[in-house]
């Protein structure tokens, strides 16, 4: 059964691919390399809760602080131990394809960044298919949300040394959505000083031909809207921060899918005027990338360390 839309060579290479390989390629749990499917996805759940646990236990903290009105928007803020509302703040936003994780068990980074005086703040956000469609979809609701959570830290810690989004694969794409963002009608323009986007999807058309769409109900409109790699590309304005920074990151057992998808989206945003540098991190899939934030010496936590240390 070939894909929707699979067009003659020189179109995008993803329409090359059959259904079956489509769905095989964006089914990340199908390439770990260490563990089984399911173990693998047992192991990153339970890694990530006992960092949420620890850092709820070792580090001063506000939870489940309302960023809206609406039941599901609450943000965790840790912080390090010299307190300072003038600290750089990280937030983080979690994967698992739009419809799974949470911020309850998502805090990987929190004392590794905390130790070295780094706020971190980890975002909660409606869920599909619980979302609401106030929208026209419910990507559309999540990227308002996340918009959302950013201004509502930057009217919170106004003199924060500077705003930076680190996302993981479905939080990934919503951390780039906000290059384009227009903060006008949220009355503050927020302090961002990077993006850390790990194992992300920044095309979502793909993702509307696999069973993932299932309770997203993705129209191919809805996909185009929510896509960074498109947007960007049809955009005309320049970065309004030449000097923020992007890393673009994927594990070297990532799919060949999430691997294209990075290096595409970096390369565009080298063309589109941004600070930005691509880094497939050695012998990691698409799991490991994201629970080996909680070691301090993991090439990653020193990669997102050192951007945000060199400027202060």
Not at 192 to 202: C, W
Not at 227 to 248: F, G, W
Request: charged letters at 20%; one cysteine or more; proline letters at 6%.
């Amino acid at each position: 059964m070939e894909v929707p839309g699979r067009g003659p060579p020189g179109e995008a290479s993803w329409k090359k691919l059959s259904k079956e390989e489509l769905e095989n390629q964006y089914s990340p749990s199908r390439w770990v390399i260490r563990q089984g499917a399911e173990e693998a996805l047992r192991t990153y759940s339970h890694i990530g809760d006992e960092a949420t646990k620890k850092a709820r236990a070792t580090r001063r903290s506000l939870l489940h602080v309302p960023y809206g009105d609406g039941e599901g928007e609450k943000l965790d803020i840790y912080f390090p131990g010299e307190v300072s509302a003038a600290s750089p703040f990280c937030l983080f936003f979690h994967g698992g394809y739009w419809q799974s994780g949470s911020k309850d068990t998502s805090a990987f980074m929190v004392n590794p960044l905390t130790a070295q005086g780094v706020a971190v703040v980890v975002m909660a956000y409606d869920l599909a298919p619980k979302a609401p469609a106030l929208r026209a979809g419910t990507l559309d609701q999540m990227v308002d949300q996340v918009t959302r959570s950013i201004a509502f830290v930057q009217k919170q810690y106004p003199y924060n040394e500077g705003i930076y989004l680190c996302g993981h694969s479905a939080g990934a794409h919503l951390a780039s959505m906000m290059f384009l963002t227009n903060w006008t009608k949220h009355g503050v323009t927020p302090n961002l000083k990077g993006f850390f986007l790990v194992s992300g999807i920044y095309d979502l058309e793909p993702i509307v031909y696999t069973t993932h769409n299932a309770p997203l109900r993705m129209t191919l409109e809805d996909a185009q809207r929510n896509s960074p790699q498109l947007l960007l590309e049809a955009a005309l304005t320049q970065p309004s921060d030449p000097a923020c920074h992007v890393l673009v990151t994927v594990g070297q057992h990532d799919s060949p899918e999430f691997h294209r998808q990075s290096r595409e989206f970096y390369q565009t945003l080298c063309r589109r005027g941004w600070n930005a540098s691509f880094e497939e991190i050695h012998d990691v899939d698409h799991f490991e990338i994201i629970w080996n934030l909680t070691q301090k010496d993991f090439v990653l936590t020193q990669m997102i360390l050192k951007t945000i240390l060199q400027e202060h």
